[in-house]
Structures are given as structure tokens and as C-alpha cells.
């Protein structure tokens, strides 16, 4: 069993940037691929980004390439999702997920646990 809960959103600027976090709690954290993915209003739910247990591998959407960052502390049990250059097309509630595989990670159906969500808000 793994919780997780999402930190770190909040209203900026467009250009502006937020850090995003997700603290996990269990032993078993470190064995597990995390993900952010984001669900804006009247959308679905849409994977942004992803990391490897180990951290080596990184996966991202094409619209965030260059402009997100995830990475994580296992020492910490926590992943992290650095936003820069943000626009008012990332606003939306980011979640944290944890998935016990490393395949079809750009699908929610990958990933066993979930956090509450945190909300980003980016004005124009």
C-alpha cells in the first residue's frame, strides 16, 4: 500500500514556474515508477510525466518537453515535478500516481495508487 499527497500548486503568472511535490509513505516507494498526470475542466485526465524507480529513465507529453522537469528522492520517498515557462493551457489538477510497471505508463490504468490532487492555476 502506498499514499501519496500532492503539494505544491497554487496560482502564477504565465512565463512563471511551480515545483510540484508528492510525498509517499510505505517501505516499497522506491520500487515503484511515478507519474504526474493533470485533468483540466470537462477533460480527461492526461499524463504528463514519468520516472523510473531508479530515477535513469524519463518520460514526458510532448507539450511539456522542455519545459517540466521530474525527478525524485528515494531517500525522501518523494517525486517532484519542476514546471517552468508555465501557460494557461497547464492549468488543471495535477496528480501523483504510482505504478507498479513500467509499460503503458501514458495510461491511468498503469498506476495502482493515487494522491488527492493539488490545483495550478496559470492566468494570462
Known amino acids: 500500500q502506498v499514499q501519496l499527497v500532492e503539494s505544491g500548486g497554487g496560482l502564477v503568472q504565465a512565463g512563471g514556474s511551480l515545483r510540484l511535490s508528492c510525498a509517499g509513505s510505505g517501505r516499497t516507494f522506491s520500487s515503484y515508477t511515478m507519474g504526474w498526470f493533470r485533468q483540466a475542466p470537462g477533460k480527461e485526465r492526461e499524463f504528463v510525466a514519468a520516472?523510473?524507480?531508479?530515477?535513469?529513465?524519463?518520460y514526458y507529453r510532448d507539450s511539456v518537453k522542455g519545459r517540466f522537469t521530474i525527478s525524485r528522492d528515494n531517500a525522501e520517498n518523494t517525486v517532484y515535478l519542476q514546471m517552468n515557462t508555465l501557460k494557461p493551457e497547464d492549468t488543471a489538477v495535477y496528480y501523483c500516481?504510482?505504478?507498479?510497471?513500467?509499460?503503458?505508463?501514458?495510461?491511468?490504468?498503469?498506476?495502482?495508487?493515487w494522491g488527492q490532487g493539488t490545483q495550478v492555476t496559470v492566468s494570462s
Open positions: 500516481a504510482a505504478a507498479g510497471t513500467i509499460r503503458g505508463l501514458g495510461s491511468i490504468r498503469a498506476y495502482d495508487y
Open positions: 520516472i523510473s524507480w531508479s530515477g535513469a529513465n524519463t
